[in-house]
């Protein structure tokens, strides 16, 4: 029997909400190293996260900074650190952090990423299309995975993501009240 891909199980996690005014306060924020998504007004930015650097395809100066920014995701399989900007023109974020801080319900899922075909552009960066034409660029071969296995019709790339499960107190109806990235995968489709 074929499930809904949605895994149910409770962890220790810990959110830190934050006040972001510049650059050095997201790359002091993170101290890890792990995956980006990064939402700028004119491109989105998919790339690694190394040492306290934004590395990605064909980078440019100045384009991931505060200023460029809707928002950025920056993640591994430990935390994550989401920055938005709000409807004033400032910056909030929140760092997540499982494996320590309360008991927290969680719903784990892998999101299928848009893209059926892989071109490899160089050692590193591949770009992921589908037929109707919009693009991804990312650190495929970084990831483990290889275009031909994106190719492969039975292989598609996912994120996993992560949904934290709270409760109205009012209502006492659950709901999702924050998500996170875990990281990238490659995703097979059981066939049981």
């Not at 002091?28 to 190394?50: C, P």
């Not at 552009?121 to 037929?131: A, C, F, S």
């Not at 009240?177 to 059981?190: M, P």
Request: hydrophobic share 35%.
């Amino acid at each position: 029997m074929k499930t809904n891909g949605l895994n149910k199980s409770n962890i220790l996690s810990n959110v830190k909400p934050l006040v972001i005014n510049s650059d050095q306060d997201v790359l002091r924020e993170f101290t890890g190293n792990g995956w980006f998504i990064a939402y700028l007004f004119h491109k989105v930015i998919i790339g690694q996260f190394i040492y306290g650097a934004f590395d990605y395809f064909q980078k440019e100066k100045g384009d991931v900074q505060i200023e460029n920014l809707i928002k950025l995701r920056i993640f591994n399989t430990n935390s994550e650190l989401y920055v938005w900007r709000t409807n004033l023109g400032g910056f909030k974020g929140r760092l997540r952090t499982d494996g320590d801080g309360s008991p927290t319900d969680v719903v784990d899922a892998n999101q299928v990423i848009f893209g059926t075909e892989a071109k490899s552009l160089d050692d590193n960066y591949v770009k992921i299309t589908e037929k109707r034409g919009t693009e991804i660029i990312l650190p495929l071969n970084k990831i483990g995975i290889s275009c031909d296995q994106i190719n492969d019709k039975d292989g598609r790339l996912c994120i996993h993501t992560r949904n934290y499960i709270g409760v109205i107190e009012e209502t006492g109806q659950a709901t999702y009240e924050d998500v996170r990235f875990v990281e990238f995968l490659k995703y097979q489709e059981d066939k049981s």
